[in-house]
């Protein structure tokens, strides 16, 4: 079976700060990894997503997230924090196309002033 | 880019009633589609995955009598909560796979459906 799991329910952050949001997984086989975004009593948002190659991954509003696969993990990461990167964030993941996304228990992201 | 419009966004109604949630792609055909349910700061439940032209496939436990998907098109599908009760309030999302985007997922933008 696999599994996503996301440590921190939240994770504060001064604006203009680097934050790190963390996502580790565990699957049988090459993972498909997402990160995706949500705003209050909205849908998903996506950011970024690692198939295959390069192990940073580089996505919308200046995102990125690495895989690593020696310690199954895809952290999300951003150089600089925006307040209105406040939101709930979501990782992912499957094993093919089409077939069902497995997701996190998403982190809180506070990015205050 | 790719979009999928979900109707309607927020619906409130009668215990007993039955309501359907739509999910459309605008611009892409979506051969499959997948519901979820998330609950309040939870994470999204998968309930099901539909296949144009097929019968969904039910995630366990998740009634299939009460939650009724229909996806009758390549850029439709529904689903229908029936005999509504109060704790199926929920927030309710639809996702179409985009074969056009490798590996690609569209969300809709969510129903929030409130049984009183």
């Known amino acids: 079976a696999q599994s996503v799991a996301q440590p921190e329910d939240q994770v504060n952050v001064a604006e203009g700060n680097p934050l790190t949001v963390k996502c580790t997984y565990s699957v049988s086989g090459n993972p498909y990894l997402f990160w995706y975004v949500q705003y209050p009593n909205r849908g998903l948002q996506f950011l970024l997503k690692?198939?295959?190659?390069?192990?940073l991954v580089k996505g919308s509003y200046g995102f990125e997230a690495e895989f690593n696969k020696s310690q199954t993990s895809f952290h999300l990461k951003k150089p600089s924090a925006l307040v209105s990167d406040s939101a709930l964030y979501f990782c992912a993941l499957n094993t093919g196309t089409a077939s069902k996304l497995t997701f996190g228990t998403g982190t809180r992201l506070q990015v205050t002033l | 880019g790719a979009v999928v419009s979900q109707h309607p966004s927020r619906v409130i109604c009668k215990s007993g009633t039955s309501v359907k949630i739509e999910c459309r792609s605008l611009d892409f055909q979506a051969t499959t589609m997948f519901w979820y349910r998330q609950f309040p700061k939870q994470s999204l439940m998968l309930m099901a995955t539909?296949?144009?032209?097929?019968?969904?496939?039910?995630e366990q436990g998740v009634e299939k009598d009460k939650f009724l998907i229909n996806h009758a098109s390549l850029t439709l599908s529904t689903l229908t909560v029936t005999s509504a009760h109060p704790e199926d309030s929920s927030f309710y999302i639809c996702?179409?796979?985009?074969?056009?985007?490798?590996?690609?997922?569209?969300f809709g933008s969510g129903t929030r459906l409130t049984v009183v």
């Open positions: 690692y198939i295959t190659g390069d192990n």
């Open positions: 539909s296949n144009e032209g097929s019968k969904a496939t039910y």
């Open positions: 996702s179409a796979s985009n074969p056009g985007r490798a590996y690609g997922y569209t």
